[in-house]
């Protein structure tokens, strides 16, 4: 299932369901997308009552336009079924699943929602953050060619996946970015959205800049966030910049051009342009309309 077109993603917050404060401020938040959180960010013994408080957070959504997605805990933990199907229940924009590791535990969750849910509701998210969703990342990004799947967007679960492995986490992520460009290269082959992993030093403006600099030209389409203070840069290194609009500008009039009509390749600027890079300039310039809009 490919994604909507140009629905920007660039900065994607995490936030506690448990937390109060920390979902009072959604509303105020310039993100694209948040991820009310019932895993990793609630302790075991708040779970529950996590899960109870998403009957208040939809009543809240924000008017303004924002994807709000539920993570879900892993199905294989007691928690899990019940905090699919009381997700479901609210119509998030999507269902974010932890844990994931072969094509099947998407499949089993599109079966348990589709005897509950009409099949164009809920759409599937995955984080991929374990060794065994690596190497099984290929057969899980081809069920988005199939809408039955639901399947949608991949997260990027890069703590796990650094847990999980031993590999040790440096500021230049050198031992991460060969899986991180594996799953690039998969989400697209499965027509869905990549998502980079969260950066945990919140406090440090330049090395979070340099780390989504990096995730744009790596491909991603944005990143997920723990805290309010990255969204800024977020929206800033995933939106097209004003150079790259120039240029999609003129590819789009250069062909527009009555000597260019029919043509496959022409020369602008003393370089050798196709209908490929006119196709790539239109989908740019539809991803800053779609920031813009
Ligand atoms: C990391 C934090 C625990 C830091 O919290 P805190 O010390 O309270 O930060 P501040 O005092 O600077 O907060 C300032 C105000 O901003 C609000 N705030 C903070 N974080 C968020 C947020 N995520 N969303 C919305 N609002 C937020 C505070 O409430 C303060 O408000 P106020 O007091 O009214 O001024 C904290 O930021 C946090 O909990 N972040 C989210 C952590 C989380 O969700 N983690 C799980 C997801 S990451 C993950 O699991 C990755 C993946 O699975 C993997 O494997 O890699
Ligand atoms: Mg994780």
């Not at 590819?251 to 029919?262: H, M, Q, R, T, Y």
């Not at 020369?267 to 309309?289: C, I, N, T």
């Amino acid at each position: 299932m490919t994604s909507e077109p140009h629905r920007p993603r660039r900065s994607v917050l995490y936030v506690p369901a448990s937390n109060d404060k920390a979902l009072a401020k959604i509303a105020a938040l310039a993100c694209d997308a948040v991820i009310i959180d019932l895993e990793d960010a609630v302790a075991p013994a708040d779970k529950v009552a996590a899960r109870e408080k998403l009957a208040g957070i939809f009543a809240s959504r924000p008017k303004r336009r924002c994807e709000m997605i539920v993570r879900v805990n892993a199905l294989s933990s007691e928690w899990g079924n019940d905090d699919l199907l009381a997700a479901a229940k609210f119509e998030p924009d999507g269902i974010l699943l932890s844990k994931v590791a072969t094509p099947r535990d998407i499949l089993e969750v599109g079966d348990v929602l589709d005897d509950n849910f009409a099949p164009d509701s809920v759409k599937l998210w995955a984080m991929i953050e374990t060794p065994k969703a690596m190497l099984n990342i290929g057969a899980i990004a081809e069920l988005g060619r199939d809408p039955a799947s639901r399947l949608n967007c991949f997260v990027a679960g890069t703590n796990d996946l650094v847990m999980e492995t031993g590999i040790l986490a440096t500021p230049d992520r050198r031992y991460l970015v060969p899986w991180l460009m594996q799953m690039v290269l998969a989400a697209r082959a499965g027509g869905i959205d990549m998502l980079d992993g969260v950066s945990n030093d919140f406090r440090d403006p330049d090395a979070f800049a340099r780390e989504c600099t990096e995730a744009a030209a790596m491909g991603f389409d944005g990143k997920t966030l723990i805290h309010p203070a990255q969204v800024d840069a977020a929206n800033h290194a995933f939106a097209p910049a004003p150079e790259a609009l120039a240029e999609a500008r003129a590819v789009k009039d250069a062909f527009a051009l009555p000597e260019n009509a029919g043509k496959g390749v022409i020369a602008l600027d003393g370089r050798m342009v196709e209908r490929l890079h006119l196709a790539q300039a239109e989908k740019l310039l539809a991803k800053a309309a779609a920031i813009g809009a």
